[in-house]
């Protein structure tokens, strides 16, 4: 049985931590949001397994408007289309609806088709495509 709650209670962001971790998306991004003191995310469980998180928490927009920005969705990949990332996008809309936000706003790359129809099929549209820069002194 899938049911879904808000992250905040004690060992939701290790219990997410360890999702990330086993599905090899455990990006510094994603440790990042995950350790922010301004996260606010959902959790997607089946039974007593969690199998899905988005984290977001409030950004400003290009324009100035405050957005509810999603730093990180995930389902476990034994669990994908299932509807379970679209149920996770629409409590965090819901929830920055609801705080007065004037929208929502994400990153995402190029060739993550999934994500990208998700995206669009809920009615987000790209604003901008960007280059990745940088210069390494050592490593890389
Ligand atoms: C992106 C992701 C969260 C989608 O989660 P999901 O639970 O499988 O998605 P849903 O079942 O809610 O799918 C909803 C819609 O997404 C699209 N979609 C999902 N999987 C898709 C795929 N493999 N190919 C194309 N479209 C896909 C479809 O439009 C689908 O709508 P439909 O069911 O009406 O056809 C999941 O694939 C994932 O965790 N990927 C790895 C992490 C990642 O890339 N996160 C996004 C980073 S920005």
């Known amino acids: 049985v899938l049911t879904y709650r808000e992250l905040g209670r004690a060992g939701d962001?290790?219990?997410?931590?360890?999702?990330?971790?086993?599905?090899?998306?455990l990006?510094?991004?994603?440790?990042?949001?995950?350790?922010?003191?301004?996260?606010?995310?959902?959790?997607?469980?089946?039974?007593?397994?969690?199998?899905?998180a988005?984290?977001?928490?409030?950004?400003?927009a290009?324009?100035?408007?405050?957005?509810?920005?999603?730093?990180?969705?995930?389902?476990?990949a034994s669990h994908r289309s299932q509807g379970i990332g679209r149920w996770l996008l629409?409590?965090?809309?819901?929830?920055?609806?609801?705080?007065?936000?004037?929208g929502m706003q994400l990153t995402v790359r190029d060739e993550n088709a999934a994500a990208l129809?998700?995206?669009?099929?809920m009615g987000y549209n790209v604003v901008e495509r960007r280059l990745r820069m940088w210069k390494r002194w050592r490593g890389g």
């Open 117 to 121: 129809h998700l995206y669009q099929s």
């Open 54 to 60: 988005v984290l977001t928490r409030t950004m400003i």
């Open 90 to 102: 629409e409590l965090a809309e819901t929830y920055y609806r609801d705080t007065g936000a004037a």
């Open 27 to 52: 990006s510094p991004y994603a440790a990042d949001a995950l350790a922010s003191e301004h996260l606010v995310g959902w959790l997607a469980f089946d039974d007593e397994r969690l199998v899905g």
């Open 62 to 76: 290009a324009d100035g408007a405050e957005c509810g920005g999603i730093d990180e969705l995930l389902v476990s």
């Open 13 to 25: 962001v290790e219990a997410a931590r360890a999702l990330f971790a086993a599905e090899h998306e």
